[in-house]
């Protein structure tokens, strides 16, 4: 243990979709403060979703400099900074006077899903992005979301053709804030989910910005995740911004997911599952979409990810809490689905916007298969976890044929990784051993190893891996009978609830 007067400290700012928060790590690792503080969603039509970029701004800054405050360090004592940010989100600001053109529209938004539908139309284009981008094409990304304020804002386009705007994910416009306009810069990873970023030959895309009009002036440099980024000048003190990482490759390093095959999950309100891949590009071809993971090796270079994504992970539980009303907290879901042997029969298709991957099929709606007289709530609570872990193991399974690897361990982290239940059962369907760390932060821990790598905390890697630690760890126990039987209901279920609204 270090002694208080060698304590140093990583700043890790958390930018979230619905918050700011900062976190304060000392050098063994150990959170010193954490505060957050919640911010506007605006909502100007159905289907859209926005942020105010100058609240973005203050309330991140505000956590940081009351996190600094509260907790007592000296500005000396402190290393460097991580950002670590929701992704997508796209920002166009004016590069003289500093303030955004337009609000930033959130990766939630669907306002450019027509746009969307006509890029799908085009098989060539459609196959071009994926090839190149790894992704597909999808509103979600920041391609067509910074179309779109070019082609709406009043003046925007000229301006954007005369040099004078510059676009940003928030992770870009939080450093020019920071830096007073000093630095603009992403990292790989951030890069990598604008759909404009060719991750294969690590450049912005040419031809895609030539499709999607976005003069490529107004795009930031994009470096390695890890590595002196430029200075935030706090308290007379020049501290270095060291480490960014869009917020589910942060955390995909916050685990330690540093080998190829390694994976993660993350149960939030959806759940997002992402897997090292190593060096080499892969394209899916089991409707995954391939990242470019925070990179930190000595070369800079990025390594590869894929990553599929449940619409509907713990918001099933908040469903059957607000909806159904069955239980008063979701943590209480665990303890009625225990209070039955098994599930009964009864199967939940959580499809409520359709089904994502491996299905992609939006007319899906959400079902309950299998209701006999003998079905009772509990069976009904514990149906709605089992389709988490259904829906995980089935992006489990299109990650296993994307890249002949096993996946023998899977580490978990977010809201319902709290739920000894589902952890179980989910180590049980998709036969790996499901490892939960002790630290509910591995969003803002990725940025933290991120920054310590850049600023000499860590020497590698492997010196990170030694501070992990190990909360709990959940052992497959089925019989491979019953996981298949389990898996061909789940399946059969999926089955019937396919093509609902087109069919009627
Ligand atoms: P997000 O970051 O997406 O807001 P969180 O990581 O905070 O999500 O997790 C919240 C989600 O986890 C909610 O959808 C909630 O229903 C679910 N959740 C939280 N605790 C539990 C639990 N003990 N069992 C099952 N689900 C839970």
């Known amino acids: 243990m270090n002694t208080p007067a060698k304590r140093r400290y990583i700043i890790a700012l958390d930018q979230g979709t619905t918050s700011s928060r900062c976190v304060i790590f000392d050098n063994s690792g150990k959170i010193v403060q954490v505060v957050q503080k919640e911010f506007k969603q605006i909502f100007p039509k159905p289907g859209w979703v926005e942020h105010d970029p100058m609240e973005i701004y203050a309330s991140q800054y505000s956590v940081m400099i009351e996190a600094i405050a509260q907790s007592g360090i000296h500005a000396k004592h402190i290393l460097g900074i991580g950002i670590t940010n929701q992704r997508e989100t796209t920002i166009v600001w004016d590069k003289v006077s500093g303030k955004p053109i337009y609000n930033a529209i959130v990766w939630q938004c669907r306002r450019t899903a027509d746009l969307v539908e006509t890029i799908k139309k085009d098989k060539k284009m459609s196959e071009y992005i994926k090839e190149n981008t790894g992704l597909l094409p999808d509103a979600y990304f920041s391609a067509t979301k910074l179309q779109w ?18 676009f940003g994910t928030v992770d ?17 990873s951030n890069a990598s989910r604008t759909m404009l970023y060719n991750i294969k030959d690590l450049c912005w895309d040419k031809k895609l910005c030539e499709y999607f009009n976005i003069p490529m002036n107004m795009l930031p440099e994009v470096k390695a995740s890890s590595g002196i980024f430029g200075n935030v000048n706090m308290f007379d003190y020049d501290i270095p911004i060291a480490g960014v990482a869009g917020d589910q490759q942060s955390a995909l390093f916050g685990q ?70 069955f239980i008063v907290d979701a943590s209480d879901s665990e303890y009625f689905a225990t209070k039955v042997k098994d599930n009964g029969g009864v199967y939940v298709v959580p499809a409520f916007t359709g089904l994502g991957a491996p299905y992609w099929d939006m007319y899906a709606r959400g079902t309950i298969f299998g209701l006999t007289r003998g079905s009772n709530r509990n069976h009904i609570i514990r149906a709605a976890l089992e389709s988490i872990a259904y829906q995980v193991a089935d992006l489990v399974g299109a990650m296993k044929m994307d890249t002949n690897l096993p996946i023998h361990a899977i580490k978990v982290d977010g809201g319902a990784s709290k739920n000894n239940f589902l952890m179980q059962f989910q180590s049980d369907i998709s036969d790996s051993e499901i490892i939960r760390g002790t630290s509910s932060e591995s969003t803002a821990l990725g940025v933290y190893y991120l920054t310590g790598l850049a600023v000499g905390l860590f020497k590698d890697k492997e010196e990170i891996k030694e501070c992990e630690s190990v909360g709990s760890s959940f052992k497959p126990k089925m019989s491979k009978e019953d996981r298949e039987k389990y898996l061909s209901h789940w399946h059969k279920a999926v089955r019937m609830c396919q093509g609902w609204e087109d069919n009627n």
């Not at 959806?270 to 995954?288: A, Q, R, T, V």
């Open 172 to 188: 870009t416009w939080l450093m020019w804030k920071l830096t007073n306009g000093k630095i603009f810069a992403t990292d790989y």
């Open 256 to 325: 330690t997911c540093f080998a190829e095959g390694d994976v993660k999950t993350t149960y939030g309100t959806g759940c997002f599952l992402l897997m090292n891949i190593g060096s080499k590009y892969i394209k899916s071809k089991n409707g995954l979409v391939t990242t470019l993971a925070a990179s930190s090796g000595k070369d800079g270079k990025p390594e590869y990810a894929l990553e599929g994504s449940v619409f509907v992970g713990g918001a099933i539980v908040q469903w059957v809490r607000d909806q159904l009303r």
């Open 149 to 166: 304020i070019l082609d709406n804002v009043e003046g925007a386009r000229e301006k954007a053709e005369r040099g004078e705007l510059l």
